[in-house]
C-alpha cells in the first residue's frame, strides 16, 4: 500500500518559522486533493489546509489562514506547508493526508474524505 512521509517538525519559539514537507510514494500516485491535519493531546485531529493536485486551489482553516501556506510539487510528487508568525497554540502532531478519490471540493476539511495517512511530524512552539 502506498504511503505518506511527513518531515520538517521541530522546535521553535514563537513567531518562528518552520516548513513540513510530505513525501508521496511517487508519479503513479495521483491524488486529487492533499491536505495537512494536527492533532494535539486530548484534542480531536482538526483540518489545517489542503490543495488540489491539479489545479493549485488551496483552503485553510481559519486559525492559520494568512501565516500558513500549502504548496505542492507535482513533479517531485511533494507537498509542502510553510508555517510563518508560529503561536504557542501550532504545537501538535502534524499528519498529511491524501485523497486519491476524484471527487469534489465539499468535504476536504473532514479526516474521513482521506484514504492515505501518513505517520506524524511534531511541531513544538515555545512562548
Known amino acids: 500500500q502506498v504511503q505518506l512521509v511527513e518531515s520538517g517538525g521541530g522546535l521553535v519559539q514563537a513567531g518562528g518559522s518552520l516548513r513540513l514537507s510530505c513525501a508521496t510514494p511517487g508519479r503513479a500516485f495521483s491524488p486529487y486533493v492533499m491536505a495537512w491535519f494536527r492533532q494535539a493531546p486530548g484534542k480531536e485531529r482538526e483540518f489545517v489546509a489542503a490543495?488540489?493536485?491539479?489545479?493549485?486551489?488551496?483552503y485553510y482553516s481559519d486559525s492559520v489562514k494568512g501565516r500558513f501556506t500549502i504548496s505542492r510539487d507535482n513533479a517531485e510528487n511533494t507537498v509542502y506547508l510553510q508555517m510563518n508568525s508560529l503561536k504557542p497554540e501550532d504545537t501538535a502532531s502534524y499528519y498529511c493526508?491524501?485523497?486519491?478519490?476524484?471527487?469534489?471540493?465539499?468535504?476536504?476539511?473532514?479526516?474521513?474524505?482521506?484514504?492515505?495517512w501518513g505517520r506524524g511530524t511534531q511541531v513544538t512552539v515555545s512562548s
Open positions: 490543495i488540489t493536485w491539479s489545479a493549485g486551489i488551496t
Open positions: 493526508a491524501a485523497n486519491t478519490r476524484i471527487g469534489n471540493s465539499d468535504y476536504v476539511v473532514y479526516s474521513p474524505y482521506y484514504d492515505y
